[in-house]
């Protein structure tokens, strides 16, 4: 049975596999000096078309707390979205990490930043009593399944460097962002202003370990010794990059991105209709918001069905990964129309 909890549920898929057991074959050095570390470096600086830093970590929230925590000052501040991950899902870790910086949340429509947001939160005071923004991040593919276009991100980006902040993106769902997109790469990250994206590899089917990309490269200068310092730094790091080379040599992590935005189309596709269930965001890229009456919430689980309910009082996610089959997006509809009736 698969279920729709998270994308995170999902295997690793057969070309990172492939790539992990090609890599593990005698010795090589540690630490990064290793062959597949700097094949993956230069496959993400030909992707994203420039000379960008890359480091490798093991999850998520280190990658964003280490990055966030590399572009400001203790006494400095982060403005994020008000369901932002960092803010919402990471246990304090970006305050942890850079010390005691602040998040300062910020409204916005499916799940989106505005400019006008932002702006008041900038300028809403400069005395010494007010931890002063230095960072805005942005969440690509947001946490409620929307996708910021590459206009959207410029303007912002402009915004922030205007009152010198920095740039962050968190992509844990980047590959998601981009197929839903059908841009290049660079389109929607550097070109728009974006300094520093955290590239998310689990959720695309990796078996574990997110990229750090600094398209500002003096931002990096320190940023080997956080990793270090953090318990980031692998000593037998190509089994932490190598799994990339399989997802970025042929394209395997837009197909199988595309393949996880397609299923989240079906089933929301599916949900039209049925008595009781309405969407709460546009479906863009692999998760599906909907509300749901209770009976059929409870009647779900009692069937085995796992999914997550933490938007409003009735909202439930159904996330969907690249190995998630028609077959499987079909039999939980057929439940929801049973329950629903």
């Known amino acids: 049975m698969q279920h729709?909890?998270?994308?995170?549920?999902?295997?690793?898929?057969?070309?990172?596999?492939?790539?992990?057991?090609?890599?593990?074959?005698?010795h090589a050095p540690a630490y990064g000096e290793d062959e597949w570390t700097q094949r993956v470096s230069d496959r993400?600086?030909?992707?994203?078309?420039?000379?960008?830093?890359?480091y490798f970590v093991f999850n998520g929230t280190a990658a964003n707390s280490l990055a966030l925590a590399s572009l400001c000052q203790s006494y400095q501040s982060v403005i994020c979205h008000e369901i932002a991950h960092v803010d919402t899902d990471e246990c304090g870790a970006p305050e942890f990490f850079s010390n005691g910086a602040k998040l300062l949340p910020a409204r916005g429509a499916n799940?989106?930043?505005?400019?006008?947001?932002?702006?008041?939160?900038?300028?809403?005071?400069?005395?010494?009593?007010?931890?002063?923004?230095?960072?805005?991040?942005?969440?690509?593919?947001?946490?409620?399944?929307?996708?910021?276009?590459p206009d959207e991100i410029a303007a912002l980006a402009e915004l922030a460097h205007r009152y010198g902040l920095h740039v962050h993106m968190d992509?844990?769902?980047?590959?998601?962002?981009?197929?839903?997109?059908?841009?290049?790469?660079?389109?929607?990250?550097?070109r728009a202003g974006v300094d520093v994206l955290c590239f998310g590899g689990t959720k695309m089917g990796l078996p574990v370990g997110e990229a750090v990309v600094f398209f500002d490269r003096k931002l990096s200068e320190d940023f080997a010794w956080r990793c270090k310092q953090a318990g980031q730094l692998a000593s037998k790091m190509r089994f932490l990059s190598a799994p990339w080379l399989g997802m970025l040599e042929d394209?395997?992590?837009?197909?199988?991105?595309?393949?996880?935005?397609?299923?989240?189309?079906?089933?929301?596709?599916?949900?039209?209709?049925?008595?009781g269930i309405r969407l709460l965001f546009e479906v863009q890229a692999n998760g599906v918001f909907c509300s749901l009456p209770e009976p059929v919430m409870s009647g779900l689980r009692e069937r085995g069905w796992r999914f997550y309910t933490f938007i409003g009082t009735d909202g439930a996610r159904f996330m969907c990964g690249w190995d998630t089959l028609p077959e499987s997006v079909d039999a939980l509809l057929a439940d929801i129309r049973t329950l629903a009736r």
């Open 4 to 26: 729709f909890a998270s994308d995170n549920y999902a295997g690793i898929c057969p070309e990172a596999l492939a790539a992990l057991q090609a890599a593990n074959a005698g």
């Open 44 to 54: 993400l600086r030909a992707l994203f078309e420039t000379d960008c830093d890359v």
């Open 111 to 149: 799940g989106k930043l505005t400019v006008d947001a932002v702006t008041e939160l900038i300028t809403r005071r400069n005395d010494i009593h007010y931890p002063r923004p230095r960072v805005l991040t942005l969440t690509q593919a947001t946490e409620v399944g929307t996708v910021y276009r």
């Open 171 to 190: 992509g844990a769902r980047f590959a998601n962002a981009t197929a839903s997109l059908g841009l290049a790469p660079a389109e929607f990250t550097w």
């Open 251 to 275: 394209g395997a992590w837009l197909r199988h991105a595309a393949h996880a935005n397609a299923m989240a189309q079906r089933l929301a596709a599916g949900l039209h209709g049925i008595s």
